[in-house]
């Protein structure tokens, strides 16, 4: 039992012990000898402490004899390893060992001249690589060189690739006195080649290239400063716009007036003199163009770009960077703009335009007018202020100029000879100059009969902007704004007397014993005169104004209708100023006495007292010595009336052909209603003025009073019926004839067309049934007989008339049958005849009533009273 414990005392103190030294070391055998020591130096211990703990061990010896059967197998298993393992370590001590020796085998046998062959190879290898850095080296050094050549090329992309890529080859050479010179060289040459790129993208503002810009572009997209430059781009622009500016305008400024060189623009504005402000607005208006046109192309070019470039959005910051620009480019617009408007308004409107010429002035509003429309296409603005600042000064401008024209006509009437003016048959207004630039949009307008928009605005006024400019164009809207004289070919250089002149053929007598003047059908020039002329170059003037500034509209019509007033107006001032003697008095028109007494008191300046700034009260014109209205040797001036009145009549022809552009030019109802009004009215009595100035010489021509005087000697009492007509009604004929024999003499320069005799027929025919009617009513009494012989006489009076007149019946004829035929009514009939004719006199119908009721004095005096009260009311 002694035996077995102590065993496994052994054992025990053997596995807690056992420690795998380094097989075939010097530690190993030294860790061997010292393990037996310990072991033995143990063991003694371990006997002092079993002597001491054998009571212990033999109590639990049992469970302990348990444990170790339990475990006898993994025991034996666990020696087993530990065996392999020692039979392992000793045949890796083996191999150890014989390695060590082929090792001394072989330092043994190598040679020194192997160990120089290995010592040369690796110097080889390092020489090599020496050769390659000093290859780049060289490289690095040439770059300078080689940049110059791609930026002289304009290949600003491969030379910012070549810069990038050699400062990023130097990195590995820093430590090179040369390459460190070299890195802070290539520094500089990146710094002043993106300065060169910045130059060229300032050039852009003015003269765009586009494969220039895309090199640049591309320039700063590799230098990944493309947002950059796009902000480098508009100020660019901006700097552009201030700078031409100001070269421009130190180009024609009054250098006395400049006090220095640090003045604002505004203040340089004002020291250019008022000669030179269309040159210089031209001139400043194309270089905007200029920078406009190049803004546009640099837009449509990102623009493309972005369409062209693939795969955007997955491209994080190419996507952030198209977006800064589309963004840039959506307010760049309006801001350079802007900024355009601004110098343009401070030149034009630090000006005093008042003293320009109408010309001048048109040129200035048609270059602001073009300025307005490209605005409004070039980034959809509207320009406000420039249209408010322009409309102000036209208006101002324009009420003075109308004055003036008016004052014009003025001395015109008071100086005019009213002889006719030889222009081409075919002549109308749309041939004059002044219609040029009008003429299609009139003819257009007055063929299609547009209806007018209410919703007008002034830019959709004048013309549509789109593609109205386009920007991809090398001219210039402003190549043309010089003022351009047009010949006008209107005048009839081979007229000879005939083709005005009253001649054989259309002008003449039938024969001696039947005169009269007839008319052809053969085309004859119409009749004006200097004056009209200038009111129909006057009106073309105004329409250029309002089809350049719509928005004035309404005003330049107004001015145009009062043109026409004025004419009209002076017309019947000069040629109606002779006294109408109160037989004649029917050649007047009741609607055209209104239209003038309007005329009077909208117009025309009576007194000095009532001239404003804001009513444009002219003064009328004064008859002048020229005129000879009472001189009857020419007739009483016959053919200046005609003359005056026709070209009248004609310029309201002319303006008739205006009437649907004028009505499409107003953008209110009320101003249509008027216009409608001014037509209806005061242009359609011009016609009416011809019966009251050809009834005039009419009536001063033919003695009606020796008429008048016979027919009071007739015997109007006879008792029979007479066969033979009294002699006054001869007379009358006589003077009738003779009248036209004149007419035609001093009418020889002119040519009377139909309307003009078929006038000077009705003032006739109003003069001979005011003549018969006056003349019977003289008849105190009157018998059977005689009111047979009053029928009798105006018959035959009518029946020589109707063989020379032209005008069949003749006009009022059906008055002095009425009133002859009120001899014959009853006396009870006479009430009610007098009631229902109140176109005769009170004279006239009361020798109706004294000749009818001779014989009856009740009747009579009940008759008259009642005509009477009548009168009264």
């Known amino acids: 039992m002694a035996e077995l414990k102590q065993k496994l005392k052994n054992l025990l103190d053997t596995k807690t012990a056992v420690k795998v030294p380094l097989i075939g070391s010097q530690r190993f055998s030294d860790i061997s000898s010292k393990k037996s020591d310990s072991l033995l130096l143990k063991a003694v211990n371990n006997e002092k402490f079993v002597e001491k703990c054998d009571a212990e061990l033999i109590s639990n010896i049992d469970q302990l004899l348990q444990l170790i059967l339990e475990n006898q197998a993994a025991c034996d298993d666990e020696l087993d390893k530990i065996g392999m393992l020692q039979n392992n370590l000793k045949s890796s001590l083996e191999n150890c060992e014989y390695a060590k020796n082929c090792l001394k085998l072989a330092k043994r046998q190598i040679t020194t001249a192997g160990l120089g062959l290995l010592g040369n190879c690796r110097k080889k290898s390092l020489i090599l690589d020496l050769l390659n850095s000093l290859n780049s080296i060289k490289m690095l050094l040439q770059t300078e060189k080689k940049l110059e050549e791609l930026v002289s090329q304009a290949n600003y992309a491969k030379g910012i690739a070549l810069l990038l890529e050699c400062t990023q080859g130097a990195s590995p050479f820093k430590q090179f006195t040369c390459i460190a010179a070299l890195s802070v060289k290539l520094q500089d040459a990146l710094i002043m080649t993106e300065e060169q790129l910045d130059i060229v993208l300032s050039n852009m503002c003015f003269n765009f290239d586009n494969e220039k810009y895309s090199a640049v572009q591309e320039a700063y997209r590799r230098l990944g400063k493309t947002r950059i430059a796009i902000d480098q781009l508009h100020m660019h622009y901006t700097s552009a716009v201030h700078s031409t500016s100001f070269d421009t305008i130190n180009l024609f400024v009054n250098t006395d007036k400049v006090e220095n060189n640090k003045n604002s623009f505004a203040l340089l504005c004002q020291c250019v003199p008022d000669e030179q402000l269309i040159p210089c607005l031209i001139a400043l208006s194309k270089i905007f163009w200029n920078i406009l046109q190049s803004y546009k192309k640099a837009a449509d070019w990102h623009r493309e770009f972005k369409d062209i470039s693939t795969d955007s959005e997955d491209d994080i910051e190419e996507y952030v960077n198209q977006e800064y620009i589309s963004k840039k480019f959506e307010i760049g617009p309006t801001r350079l703009w802007g900024d355009i408007i601004t110098k343009i308004s401070n030149l034009v409107f630090n000006s005093n335009m008042t003293k320009f010429k109408f010309d001048d002035f048109l040129q200035v509003l048609s270059i602001l007018n073009k300025h307005i429309k490209i605005g409004e296409e070039f980034c959809n603005s509207k320009s406000e202020q420039l249209q408010n600042d322009t409309k102000k000064s036209c208006i101002s401008y324009f009420h003075t100029y109308h004055k003036n024209c008016l004052d014009e006509l003025t001395i015109f009437f008071e100086n005019e000879s009213w002889t006719p003016c030889p222009v081409k048959r075919e002549f109308n207004l749309f041939q004059l100059q002044e219609y040029r630039t009008i003429k299609n949009h009139i003819q257009k307008t007055d063929s299609s009969r547009l209806t007018h928009s209410r919703n007008s605005s002034m830019d959709s006024s004048s013309i549509s902007t789109s593609e109205y400019f386009h920007f991809t164009s090398d001219k210039s809207p402003f190549d043309n704004d010089l003022n351009t004289t047009y010949c006008e070919d209107i005048l009839d250089t081979e007229m000879d007397g005939n083709s005005v002149c009253s001649d054989d053929t259309n002008n003449s007598y039938e024969d001696t014993d039947n005169d009269n003047i007839t008319t052809d059908n053969y085309e004859r020039p119409p009749l004006l005169t200097n004056t009209t002329l200038t009111v129909m170059r006057h009106c073309g003037k105004y329409l250029k104004i309002c089809n350049i500034l719509k928005s004035i509209s309404e005003d330049v019509v107004t001015c145009l209708c009062q043109l026409f007033e004025y004419y009209l107006y002076s017309v019947h001032l000069l040629f109606t100023s002779d006294i109408l003697p109160q037989i004649c008095s029917g050649v007047n028109s009741v609607k055209l006495q209104s239209v003038i007494t309007r005329i009077c008191n909208t117009l025309i300046q009576c007194n000095h007292e009532n001239e404003t700034n804001q009513d444009p009260f002219i003064r ?254």
């Open 620 to 873: 009328e014109p004064v008859t002048l010595h020229m005129l000879s209205l009472s001189d009857a040797n020419n007739l009483y001036s016959i053919s200046e009336r005609i003359v005056a009145v026709e070209s009248l009549v004609f310029l309201g022809e002319q303006y008739k052909l205006l009437h649907s552009y004028l009505n499409t030019l107003l953008t209110s109802d009320t101003s249509s209603y008027s216009l409608q009004q001014f037509f209806n009215q005061t242009v359609a009595v011009a016609v009416d003025l011809r019966k009251p100035v050809y009834g005039r010489v009419i009536c001063k021509s033919i003695d009606y009073n020796q008429v008048l005087g016979m027919m009071t000697k007739v015997n109007w009492e006879v008792k029979d019926i007479m066969c033979e007509h009294s002699g006054y009604v001869d007379y009358f004929l006589q003077e009738l004839r003779a009248f036209f024999k004149t007419l035609k003499t001093s009418t020889s320069n002119i040519y009377l067309n139909e309307q003009v005799l078929n006038s000077i027929w009705e003032a006739i025919a109003v003069l001979v049934s005011s003549v018969f009617i006056e003349g019977f009513s003289l008849a105190k009494k009157c018998s059977n007989a005689g009111r047979a012989l009053m029928q009798l006489d105006f018959t035959q009076f009518m029946s020589q008339i109707n063989s020379i007149c032209p005008i069949n019946p003749l006009p009022h004829k059906e008055l002095v049958e009425v009133y002859i035929k009120a001899y014959y009514l009853p006396e009870t009939s006479l009430e009610t005849w007098t009631r229902d004719h109140q176109e005769y006199t009170h004279k006239q119908l009361l020798a109706v009533i004294n000749c009818v009721c001779q014989n009856n004095k009740r009747s009579r005096q009940k008759l008259t009273n009642l005509l009477e009260e009548s009168l009264q009311r």
